[in-house]
């Protein structure tokens, strides 16, 4: 061996064993981290649909998908990291002698094909990927400091790092590959010329790169292969040793994590982590009214410490590879407030595992950490952390020593899942929101003013308006049929097609009710019979649970499903989103389970089977007056998905297919549409608090669906109608749309019916009157 070969053997020796230990010893740290968290034994079932779920978003990049050429590029990255590690191993052969090849497979010319265009493709990905970063890069970003760009607070020297580190790999090992061909045309270390495999069988890609450095002497080709090896050798050991000084260094981490965070994922089959929340836990179970008296005292109800997260928390946490996917998507961010999902993954992040050496230490042990230690284990989690609405990532402080998140942050959430929809590693921000809320809600009693009005009326009377029960039959008066109530006029659910859930909005608030009655007049013509269950019904709880205030979800709940059940009901249409995804997804959970369809879904059935027939406006009705009709077909209508009937649930073909089977209808989709639908703002509880930061969620909406030039805004959630109806009036007020409306798709449906049964257009409804534009605590709707 020369000198060259003895100290790059030495050096490369000793650089991949320190790599190799530092790597074993800070997995043992993920291990100890992620213990600290509290059980779930929930994750783990079902392991084959588990494995088969991993290998469809590992291989098929299901979940990357949504940006197609960034999908692309990383999928080449990706399994380059993989399959290139033999060349690692090669590499090490390398240094002693410079034409060693792996055993059998060496100069296997399917292995050799396979390496050089994954050397190749890998080059070509992270390339792409880095023109991608800068072309992103907040300093290129429209609006204020950058945070319009995805990028916006990651950790700008990790990725960098990161890119550069996949960019030497790749050029070492296609220079290496030519070195190789330049050797094996000299006929290797032996000097037999032309003896070897120098030809495009074994070098189909690299071939024509060696051919530039065949005539180089066999001893240079020797040293230089040598020194790339050692190149190749240390830039992917220095790589191993400082991800392993570095455990949140998310960006390196997570292509190791992200395995064991795709599998242990809530649903096996692959499902979003969206729709039903989950319940309430203390050390791995459910807690409800039966069990509260036998906790502990000190048992923390929700997360009040970063260790009260569950296991799957901390991994989920640790797996953030800040690619921003989540921030870009998220309402509250694009509307200037201080919430973004991937700033709060990573101050979580950082803060477990700052916290996790005292956590971790013995009480003897603790003393000699330092007081920084001491301090930042009183560090509360959320709190005031004294952060400028300018500088958004101040709001973030994983040290304190004020708060790691500020309330601000917590509260701005409108739970609409843009963040775990988006995610390419399947984080679930929202549960971890919510168990957040809980505890500030339960322990410390620290939530918005506004919520004070919500959770006193929905205990006392049952509703977000605090209205009185009677008043749940107003809507139906005046019906031209008699609406049937459970109890009174049908014994049974079993007695009819389907409970109608008319909702606490179907029932008080002006716009809804006109909801109500299109889907009951349009059950009515269809012949599917229905009843309600009057004042026997209460608010499902959505806005109580989504606001922390999980005791009084669970009363309500509890309340509904024993009315349900003794009513027999087992088919259940609603036209509410919130109440739709809580009874179908939610109530199971505390025995209720029905068969429960969305009114768009049961109306878009009507029509494919005939059983309700819409006709074209006729011809001489203008289509476009400065008095239409609210409820008559436009010619031009855009769709707003409903966070927890799209996204939540998936339902997004139904509404599209029933304005579709309108005649003379064109849709005109907004830019954000289905699965990257924007919210309305409503969500979250946050229909009943003010919105004092940034810019309206609701404007923003409304002014993209205005953008669209249609005359009517189509929606299928009465949240959504109050939400959009106010954003228009802010609209109009600034002489925009003027002729635009907000109208619910089984008002469009049963205007179009109507003519087939008169052949005339409908009477014009009464005018909406103007709703207020700024947000209202729950009060009596007049």
Same mark, same amino acid.
């Given at each position: 061996m020369s000198a060259l070969q003895i100290v790059a053997l030495v050096v490369c020796l000793a650089v991949?064993?320190?790599?190799?230990?530092?790597?074993?010893?800070?997995?043992? +740290? #993920? $291990?100890?981290?992620? @213990?600290?968290?509290q059980p779930d034994a929930t994750r783990t079932g079902d392991k084959g649909t588990?494995?088969?779920?991993?290998?469809? +978003? #590992? $291989?098929?990049?299901? @979940?990357?998908?949504?940006l197609p050429v960034v999908a692309v590029a990383h999928w080449f990255t990706m399994i380059s990291f993989g399959v290139l590690f033999f060349t690692l191993l090669n590499a090490f052969g390398q240094l002693v002698k410079a034409d060693f090849t792996l055993p059998v497979i060496g100069h296997f010319f399917l292995y050799e094909w396979v390496t050089e265009f994954f050397a190749w493709t890998g080059l070509v990905g992270i390339v792409a990927l880095m023109v991608i970063r800068q072309k992103n890069h907040p300093r290129s970003a429209a609006g204020e400091g950058g945070r319009r760009s995805r990028f916006f607070g990651s950790t700008f020297w990790q990725a960098y790092y990161v890119e550069l580190t996949i960019l030497g790999v790749t050029i070492c090992i296609i220079t290496l590959r030519a070195l190789e061909y330049?050797?094996?045309?000299?006929?290797?270390?032996?000097?037999f010329s032309g003896v070897g495999h120098a030809d495009a069988l074994h070098y189909p890609l690299t071939g024509w790169l060696g051919a530039m450095v065949k005539g180089w002497s066999v001893s240079r080709l020797e040293d230089v292969i040598v020194v790339v090896a050692a190149v190749k050798i240390l830039i992917s050991f220095a790589w191993m040793i400082t991800i392993s000084l570095q455990p949140t260094m998310g960006v390196a981490w997570h292509r190791f994590l992200a395995f064991f965070n795709i599998f242990l994922k809530r649903h096996a089959d692959g499902r979003t982590s969206l729709g039903e929340l989950q319940p309430l836990m203390v050390k791995g179970e459910p807690v409800d009214f039966e069990n509260i008296e036998d906790l502990d005292e000190d048992a923390a109800l929700g997360v009040g410490k970063v260790e009260d997260f569950t296991w799957k928390g901390l991994l989920d946490f640790t797996t953030c590879t800040e690619c921003g996917r989540c921030q870009s998507q998220c309402p509250a961010w694009n509307t200037d407030k201080p919430l973004s999902p991937k700033l709060l993954v990573m101050a979580l992040r950082d803060h477990a595992h700052a916290k996790a050496p005292w956590l971790l230490a013995t009480e003897g042990d603790r003393s000699g950490l330092g007081e920084g230690a001491a301090a930042l284990a009183e560090v509360p989690l959320i709190g005031d952390t004294g952060y400028d609405i300018t500088n958004p990532l101040a709001a973030y402080n994983p040290h304190g020593p004020d708060a790691v998140i500020d309330q601000d942050v917590l509260w701005s959430c409108t739970t609409c899942g843009a963040c775990v929809e988006q995610c390419p590693v399947d984080i679930e921000h929202v549960d971890a929101i919510v168990d957040m809320r809980r505890y500030q809600n339960l322990i410390e009693s620290a939530f918005p003013n506004e919520l004070n009005g919500l959770f006193k009326n929905l205990e006392n009377k049952g509703n977000p308006?605090?209205?009185?029960?009677?008043?749940?039959?107003?809507?139906?008066?005046?019906?031209?049929?008699?609406?049937?109530?459970?109890?009174?006029?049908?014994?049974?659910?079993d007695d009819v097609d389907y409970l109608f859930w008319v909702g606490c909005a179907g029932a008080y608030e002006d716009r809804a009710k006109k909801t109500t009655r299109a889907v009951a007049e349009l059950l009515d013509q269809a012949g599917v019979s229905f009843a309600i269950l009057g004042d026997g019904e209460s608010c499902t709880g959505d806005s109580a649970r989504r606001a922390g205030n999980e005791f009084l979800f669970q009363m309500l709940a509890a309340q509904n499903v024993e009315t349900l059940n003794e009513v027999g009901a087992t088919k259940i249409v609603v036209t509410c989103a919130h109440c739709f995804n809580t009874i179908k997804n939610e109530y199971p959970q505390l025995g209720g389970k029905y068969e429960v369809v969305h009114h768009t879904q049961l109306l878009n059935r009507l029509v494919r089977e005939k059983k309700l027939v819409p006709v074209a406006r006729p011809a001489d009705v203008p289509g476009k007056s400065s008095n239409k009709d609210v409820a008559s077909t436009a010619e031009t209508v855009t769709y707003h998905d409903p966070c927890y009937l799209g996204r939540h649930n998936g339902v997004y073909a139904p509404p599209r297919e029933l304005i579709g089977a309108l005649p003379g209808v064109e849709l005109r989709e907004m830019e954000r549409t289905k699965e990257k639908s924007f919210c309305c703002g409503a969500g979250g509880a946050r229909m009943w608090m003010e919105e004092k930061l940034g810019t309206r969620i609701n404007t923003n909406r409304t002014e993209e669906a205005i953008g669209t030039g249609a005359e009517r805004i189509a929606i299928g959630c009465p949240f959504c109608r109050v939400m959009m109806s106010d954003g228009l009036t802010a609209a109009q007020s600034e002489g925009k749309g003027a002729d635009v409306e907000v109208v619910d798709v089984a008002q469009m449906l049963l205007a179009a019916v109507k003519r087939r049964d008169d052949g005339q257009p409908t009477e014009p409804e009464p005018t909406e009157p103007t709703p207020d534009p700024e947000p209202r605590e729950p009060q009596p709707v007049a």
């Open positions: 991949a064993l320190t790599g190799i230990a530092l790597f074993a010893r800070v997995i043992g +740290e #993920f $291990l100890a981290v992620f @213990r600290l968290g588990r494995t088969v779920t991993l290998l469809r +978003e #590992f $291989l098929g990049h299901t @979940r990357m998908s949504r330049a050797l094996d045309f000299n006929g290797g270390t032996q000097g308006w605090g209205m009185a029960a009677r008043a749940r039959l107003d809507w139906a008066k005046d019906l031209p049929f008699p609406v049937k109530i459970l109890g009174q006029d049908v014994e049974s659910a």
